[in-house]
T-cell receptor, first 113, second 108 residues
Framework: KAGVTQTPRYLIKTRGQQVTLSCSPI?????VSWYQQTPGQGLQFLFE???????NKGNFPGRFSGRQFSNSRSEMNVSTLELGDSALYLCASSLTGENSPLHFGNGTRLTVT | GQQVMQIPQYQHVQEGEDFTTYCNSS?????IQWYKQRPGGHPVFLIQ?????EVKKQKRLTFQFGEAKKNSSLHITATQTTDVGTYFC????????FGSGTKLNVKP
């Protein structure tokens, strides 16, 4: 079974630009969640999607948004990038999202200059 | 908000020594999960604990869930260089909260 696939692996953007990250979950997994990982703040929950609906949302500004498609693939968008958005963005899929193990992708390393 | 505290932040051990990381919550947990992230890698699920007082073993790793379901620990016996990485606990309060992680360094 293929694992969680995230694209691209690396991105360099400048302040003010916007970016879209993609995540393909493990086949059969309906829940996709996104996390931001930085050295200072650790792993922080962004949002979770299940069956194309946002089920939970973390404490991030509205510049961070996402969506999930009917095939469970998910995208995350960050608009008006700030230097502080530089981070590793991790996507995780799970069967149901509720108390089930998370399977992470390799992440997208975003650098904002 | 809901949080889980994890200690220590760092642990440096000589190969062959034991290692323990702890997670504590002020709220009773329904379950707790543990993950390992190797340097440059992504978190990998290790185990989920559900029952009060539960103890589970995976080779040299022993996971415990407290009787009150408010704390948990991960103990590694006789560390090896392959154990290097950051160990996270994670709890689900409708959204996953990860502990700050314990970074383990093992000197050969």
């Amino acid at each position: 079974k293929a694992g969680v696939t995230q694209t691209p692996r690396y991105l360099i953007k400048t302040r003010g630009q916007q970016v879209t990250l993609s995540c393909s979950p493990i086949s059969g997994h309906r829940s996709v969640s996104w996390y931001q990982q930085t050295p200072g703040q650790g792993l922080q929950f962004l949002f979770e999607y299940f069956s194309e609906t946002q089920r939970n949302k973390g404490n991030f500004p509205g510049r961070f948004s996402g969506r999930q498609f009917s095939n469970s693939r998910s995208e995350m968008n960050v608009s008006t990038l700030e230097l502080g958005d530089s981070a590793l963005y991790l996507c995780a899929s799970s069967l149901t999202g509720e108390n089930s193990p998370l399977h992470f992708g390799n992440g997208t390393r975003l650098t904002v200059t | 908000g809901q949080q889980v505290m994890q200690i220590p932040q760092y642990q440096h051990v000589q190969e062959g020594e034991d290692f323990t990381t702890y997670c504590n919550s002020s709220t009773t947990l329904s379950n707790i999960q543990w993950y390992k992230q190797r340097p440059g890698g992504h978190p990998v699920f290790l185990i989920q604990l559900v029952k009060s007082g539960e103890v589970k073993k995976q080779k040299r790793l022993t996971f415990q869930f407290g009787e009150a379901k408010k704390n948990s620990s991960l103990h590694i016996t006789a560390t090896q260089t392959t154990d290097v990485g950051t160990y996270f606990c994670a709890v689900d309060f409708n959204k996953f909260y990860f502990g700050s992680g314990t970074k383990l360094n093992v000197k050969p």
